[in-house]
């Protein structure tokens, strides 16, 4: 009878952590919790794994991080903010840094960058940069701004870079 009774508080112990008290209640929050799961994972954050040293040192390779994709819906990305562009459909990414807004000039001049002629303090940047880019065609168009990764230590012809058009700008990074 003893041994009955000290298995039935067992079985009561593990229902009670498997499905709550009240299985009712429990329903009720797993099915509100996937709601509010897949409205918040299909339109608020995406999350998105880096593929690729581009963006060494802030981020590492197959690092996870979230999107906000309501970031830019009533505001302009800014210089500084780490964006997603939209390269192929939402699984093809590219996480960059924007560092020119629509209208501006940009060029690289031993590895710094220059906006308008006037050198960009970034101090995000760590290590060693040796690119020049003349501005050429380099002028932003008003629908444009320019990203680029933080490594700059990687070749310039082996980074993607460039002009971003910014309804393919679908979020910032938060983490």
């Not at 981020?59 to 991080?65: E, F, G, H, L, W």
């Not at 699984?91 to 031993?110: C, D, H, Q, W, Y």
């Amino acid at each position: 009878m003893q041994n009955e009774s000290v298995h039935q508080e067992k079985h009561s112990w593990l229902r009670t952590i498997a499905i709550g008290r009240n299985p009712k209640v429990t329903l009720i929050r797993v099915a509100v919790l996937v709601v509010v799961c897949t409205i918040l994972f299909k339109y608020v954050l995406l999350p998105v794994r880096v593929d690729g040293p581009s963006m060494l040192p802030t981020y590492k390779d197959n690092s996870v991080n979230l999107i906000n994709r309501l970031a830019y819906r009533n505001a302009d990305p800014q210089r500084g903010d780490i964006v997603a562009v939209r390269y192929s459909g939402t699984s093809m990414m590219l996480m960059k840094r924007v560092v020119a807004l629509p209208g501006e000039t940009i060029e690289f001049v031993n590895g710094r960058v220059l906006i308008d002629g006037r050198y960009l303090e970034e101090p995000y940047l760590k290590n060693p940069c040796d690119w020049n880019v003349k501005p050429n065609h380099s002028t932003m168009r008003a629908d444009e701004y320019y990203v680029v990764g933080d490594n700059r230590s990687m070749p310039y012809q082996l980074h993607d870079k460039g002009g971003a058009k910014r309804e393919r700008i679908l979020g910032k990074v938060m983490l």
